[in-house]
């Protein structure tokens, strides 16, 4: 049964109604004998109080569910009784005022003050049981109220216990996704360090240094961390070069330029065809680092923002790298001498905005060149 809907058997209802408990107010002992002998025919359970504060003391012990309620009573009157039970932070609480007096500014009096109902002395029974059990009524519907909100309340949070389970449990097997993935960078880019001992630091410096360079252009954040994660496999197509090549201690030959440029399409190959979003960005940056701003690098000779972002970047920092290190065909150049070669390829080899965040972050590009030596 749906939390909204509300019992429909009548035999319920009338059972719940009859079981019904009702507080009769009067300080008049005779009144109360009255109002005893005629609601105790309908099954009620009948409370009663002489007074003011006898009754808020039962309202406040006891689940009183309709109140009846005189007007001329010494010391607290049924007005006083009735402002007092209406600013109770209590469940709804209907009240009938039940009074010999029948002016007009009674019964506006009685009914500003809160009071659901009005009965006139001498009461005539069936009005009596009419409006009782119409009042028993409201607040049977009201308690099924209650409940039912109770029950939507008590479903709402174990549906939101179980939601926050779900995101726990999604977030930890993201987690282990990226764990993996970060697990196949490792792995693919320590099979480039069989091939090339000069690599290990290598990938390290440029994937620190890609993470400068995309603070410094404000990448949003999860982009950035996929760029760390993905530049250390720039150069995984090396592994399909012939060691004499990778490995030749001079000058390449055209025909060896050539071969060695197909790195790029080799790494492209290896990384590509992926669902994986971080093995997608290194296939981009693997096939996209060599090419240059003015449109003559490799292998497809694309310029200025038709190289994606990533590879704009990697190639800034990968030249630098490079440079700045020592390889089989060459000593290290100084930093001085390779911040005047990166200077002189902002706009042809590199993207200008890309060189200037480079130099606006120098200090952080020295440090993590100064920790992470070969």
């Keep these: 049964m749906s939390v909204f809907s509300v019992p429909s058997n009548p035999v319920e209802e009338k059972l719940e109604i ?3 408990t009702i507080l009769l107010v009067d300080d008049e002992e005779y009144n109360l004998d009255i109002l005893v002998q005629l609601l105790s025919v309908k099954n009620y359970r009948i409370r009663c109080a002489s007074s003011g504060m006898e009754a808020l003391e039962i309202i406040q012990n006891e689940e009183i569910d309709l109140v009846l309620l005189d007007v001329m009573m010494p010391g607290m009157n049924g007005y006083e009784v009735l402002r007092e039970i209406k600013k109770s932070p209590r469940q709804f609480l209907p009240v009938i005022i039940v009074t010999a007096l029948d002016g007009r500014e009674d019964r506006i009096r009685a009914l500003e003050g809160g009071s659901d109902d009005f009965l006139t ?3 005539d029974k069936y009005e009596l049981y009419a409006r009782v059990q119409t009042l028993l009524r409201t607040k049977h519907y009201y308690k099924q109220l209650i409940s039912a909100n109770q029950r939507l309340e008590i479903e709402v949070q174990n549906r ?3 939601l926050q389970r779900a995101l726990q449990e999604l977030r930890r097997l993201n987690e282990k996704l990226a764990a993996s993935h970060r697990e196949i960078v490792e792995h693919l880019s320590s099979a480039a360090e069989f091939k090339d001992p000069e690599t290990a ?3 390290q410096r440029i994937s620190y240094y890609c993470g ?3 603070r410094g252009i404000e990448m949003d954040e999860e982009e950035a961390d996929l760029l760390i994660q993905a530049s ?11 060691d004499h090549i990778l490995l030749k201690p001079g000058k390449l030959t055209a025909e060896e330029y050539e ?3 197909e790195h790029t399409l080799i790494g492209y190959k290896i990384l590509n065809d992926s669902e994986s979003p971080l093995l997608k960005l290194a296939s981009e940056i693997a096939i996209s680092h060599h090419e240059k701003y003015d449109g003559t690098g490799y292998p497809y000779g694309v310029s200025g923002e038709e190289i994606p972002l990533s590879g704009r970047i990697v190639a800034v920092v990968d030249v630098f790298d490079a440079l700045t290190s020592r390889r089989p065909y060459k000593e290290a150049f100084s930093n001085e001498v390779a911040y ?3 200077r002189k390829g902002r706009g042809n080899h590199f993207d200008p905005h890309i060189v200037d965040v480079f130099f606006e972050n120098l200090p952080e590009i020295l440090y993590i060149q100064n920790k992470y030596q070969d």
Excluded: F, N, Y
Excluded at 232 to 242: E, Q
């Design 259 to 261: 071969k060695m440029k």
């Design 340 to 342: 005047d070669i990166i």
């Design 201 to 203: 630091a290598h990938i």
């Design 160 to 162: 939101t216990i179980e």
């Design 18 to 20: 009859e079981q019904s």
């Design 121 to 123: 002395k001498p009461i």
């Design 212 to 214: 400068v360079l995309a």
């Design 232 to 242: 250390p496999m720039h150069d995984i197509g090396k592994i399909g070069v012939p």
